[in-house]
């Protein structure tokens, strides 16, 4: 089972009216609560951990979790009002944010609405996003992981369960730049799987290109660090236990893009959910993965986040969906495959067209001929030669 702690709020979108006017439309959102019903859309069991309000806003994300069979025995309810996040989107650019969090719910996590034992099946623990940025819940989530992602006991045969982490950065949310990164750098090093996007990449490091912050995260202690880069796929980079390092790339499915609200999110559920679906969900079997592997989880969860960027708002898919979305050829694999039945329907009409013309025949015919030429020239000598003694008995 995979449990997803962070924040759970309301997208406010932008939607037109009228040719003149324009209103809000409340969607439910936030990133680890986007990441927790992609993964029980994906029919992997997933619990949410966090707090959520009691205003009629709370009870939609709560009625969203219940349908998407989402356990919430992990949730505290809370008078507090739900968090709003402002979404204005720009085609081609991140979308942009405006947070009213002061005092919400979801963002007052603290140590005491933490169960005193995770349940005995736990195999991931996933937390990140704007969540890391706001206090209390910070502070709680950080002691959660860091407690949970070094404990051993009988209830799991291999100890720790894996810590997935994905910084999903809102710099408008982070007030000091430095303070932020050497916390990021800590959160690093407690987890077994960090998933890091390309706009994260050019704020932590915005000197280094993709492959050396792939390197330098991996050597802060994870086993697998994950880079997303929109529509030009991903790339994973694995330390295996012998030290050597396996990178894999995998493409997305370019389909037509409503907006890339919840795209991250549903990547990152859909890798937790492969590694569960596939008997992979756990340190050992994570350290063994081969190139197969993990080039089908990449691309398994690309298609999920190319499905959820068809579609408006972060409505991820189910199994089913990206099971059945197959890559479309390029359009250079087009341009070859046209040239190519072009080609042969030119060869098919030039053998059409050269089978009856007189060249082929003329070829042939004086072989013919000279054969029966001599034979015709024969015949006369023989006569001759036949009737001569004729004449001379009579």
Known sequence: MIICCGEA?????????????????????????????????????????????????????MKLLRDNHVGEDLINRSPLNSTLSFVKLIKGKEPQHVFYSEQTADLSLKMEDLPPKLPADTRCILFGSIAMTVEPIASTIEALILTEGTRKNADQMEGAPLISFDPNIRTFMIKNADAYREKFEKWVAASTIAKVSEVDFQFIYPKLTLDQALQKILGMGPRLVIGTMGQKGATALLRRNDGSLLKVSAPTVILPVADTIGAGDTFHGAFLAWLEIKGKMSRSALACLSEADLYDALFFANKAASLVCSRHGAVPPSRKEVENLKIPPSKQDQKKAAAKNNAVKQKAVSSKTTKPKAGKVQKAKPVVKKPAAKAVAKKPVAKTVVKKPAAKKK
């Open 9 to 61: 709020l309301i997208d406010m979108i932008r939607a037109p009216v009228s040719v003149s006017k324009e209103a809000f439309l409340p969607l439910p959102g936030g990133s680890p609560f986007n990441t927790a019903i992609a993964i029980g859309k994906l029919g992997v069991p997933v619990k949410y951990l966090g707090r959520i309000s009691t205003d009629f806003f709370g009870e939609t994300l």
